[in-house]
């Protein structure tokens, strides 16, 4: 499907928060705004003066998002860096869909590096290969690989604190997540959504009583948040976080590229797909 097409099914007034009137020019409005951000995602335009170029030389996509004219370059920037609270809400709404529509048997959370060596904002931090500096995206998927909830921090955030607020609010039978996040605070915080804790065992918190069992189930189900992380930045990202500067507009194009294949995945599910492999499909 299109990416325009894609856009006008969901990014609507049922989707996108409604903005207060305000004095002086109304401007492009915050609908068209996020139309603008999500589309460059699903289009895989690496930056910001691309996004002008493309709706440049694409007129009817132009019409199709409901530009009276194209942005500037640094119109677009100002965007990244405004409408992040209205891009998780837009993510959280489109995830209700799934959520809905597909009974979540697991959750799995996990992070990823964003390396990024010459940001003021970036730290160093540490994943499976070792030291990295740059960013982290902290997300929970479902048991299609899906994405639920996100976070992006600095790489020096350690992974276990998020656990508790991405499963906030959300439903499903287990939750699955490796060693670092095995702690009390994060076993009560599954407790208490009603899922079954599936969490690896860390070294350090070896001989804890009723752990150990869990590694044979753990082991074969964590592949679709790593499938997630490996297709979304190689596919969707496709390094667009490394030019801009700064941990707000890096954040706000994860989650424009999270709400990219988010409504790719419903329209596959719709049509008898599963899963975010069949959904790829759909990429424009």
């Known amino acids: 499907m299109e990416a325009c ?35 460059s995602r699903l289009k895989g335009l690496a930056n910001d003066t691309q996004i002008v170029w493309h709706l440049q030389r694409h007129k009817e996509d132009k019409k199709a998002l409901r530009l009276h004219s194209i942005p500037n370059r640094t119109t677009i920037g100002r965007w ?22 597909i009974h979540t048997t697991h959750l799995i959370v996990d992070s990823t590096p964003l390396k990024d ?30 994405p639920l909830k996100a976070k992006v921090t600095p790489c020096n955030r350690f992974d276990s604190i998020f656990l508790p607020e991405l499963i906030e609010d959300l439903e499903a039978d ?15 915080a599954v407790k208490a959504i009603g899922a079954v804790p599936i969490i ?3 070294p350090r ?12 189930f753990f082991g074969g189900r964590r592949w679709p948040v790593e499938q997630l992380n490996g297709h979304f930045k190689d596919n969707v990202l ?5 030019r801009p500067k700064g941990l707000l507009k890096k954040a706000s194009m994860v989650v424009a590229g999270l709400i990219s294949v988010n409504v790719t995945a419903v329209v596959a599910l719709v049509e008898g797909s599963g899963g975010l492999k069949e959904a790829s499909r759909y990429w424009d």
């Not at 049922?14 to 068209?32: D, F, H, S």
């Open 5 to 39: 097409e894609l856009v006008r099914l969901f990014l609507n007034k049922a989707i996108v928060p409604a903005e207060p009137k305000r004095a002086g020019n109304p401007g492009y409005g915050i609908k068209t705004a996020i139309r603008v951000l999500v589309y």
């Open 80 to 101: 990244w860096k405004r409408y992040l609270p209205a891009l998780e809400e837009v993510m959280i709404k489109i995830a209700s869909l799934i959520k809905d529509n």
């Open 117 to 146: 060596m010459y940001d003021l904002d970036a730290k160093w931090g540490f994943s499976s290969r070792g030291p990295v500096k740059g960013f982290k995206l902290h997300v929970v998927v479902n048991q299609l690989g899906l």
């Open 174 to 188: 287990y939750v699955l997540a490796d060693a670092g996040y095995d702690s009390l605070d994060n076993l009560k």
């Open 200 to 202: 690896a065992v860390n």
């Open 205 to 216: 918190r070896k001989g804890k009583k009723g752990k150990v069992s869990n590694a044979v």
């Open 238 to 242: 496709r390094g667009c976080w490394v």
